[in-house]
């Protein structure tokens, strides 16, 4: 893949239930490329096909029709064991309600996507924590999620999401849970990610995200369709 592209979606169509009542087109035929490092904010109504276009992309599921090709591999072709491998490589994903295990602690929720690694414990540790320091949340360590407060709990899902040193960053109303400070704080957490190399993609209807200085582009979907591109 030319090196102006790190994710091209092309002409991806996703009809859920197709063919019974319960027939839904989440996305129609839909084609945009991200380049490397870019800092892309997909932005639109509730059920206008943002988190499923993500999840295309994550290929934790296929499109109906069309492709998606990811750093060089067609990510809507891939039998579900390279999947899994091609998200745990190449994808750190942050959900809306931040997803942890509450049952486990900080760094045991932070180590998850190392555990398929086959490196010693103490190594997964040792890097989740580094990780974990670059985002202020080593100290809670030990303290089992269910009692973090939102915002520890953005941090944990965001050192999780990078502990693999992924090259794509994928967030999905990410400040949707939190409150005007630590949205603003997640933003520059954004901020340092792309300064990092990342190519990252953010869907979101929070207005927060529309007008940031390092976001290099918008797409704006409306029932499956992109209706507005800027720049
Ligand atoms: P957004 O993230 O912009 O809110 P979604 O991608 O979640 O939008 O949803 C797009 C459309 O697809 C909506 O009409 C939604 O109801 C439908 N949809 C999403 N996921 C499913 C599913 N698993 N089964 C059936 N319909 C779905």
Redesign the pocket.
Known sequence: MSASRMIAIKDVT?I??PGTP?Q????NGVTFDVAPNELLI?K????????????LIAAL?KPTSGEVVVDGTRVSKLPEEFAALYRRRTIGFVFQKFNLIPTLSAVENVMTPLFPEKIPEAELEAKALGVMEEFSIAHKRNAKTSNLSGGEQQRVAIARALVNDPPILLA??PTANLDAALSRQFLGFIERIKGEGKTIIV?T?DPLFFDLSFCDRQIE?H??SIVAEEP
């Open positions: 996703k859920f239930h319960a839904s087109r989440a996305l997909l639109g109504p509730s059920g206008s096909g943002k988190s499923t276009l993500l999840s599921m999905d109303e869907a209807h979907l029932d499956g």
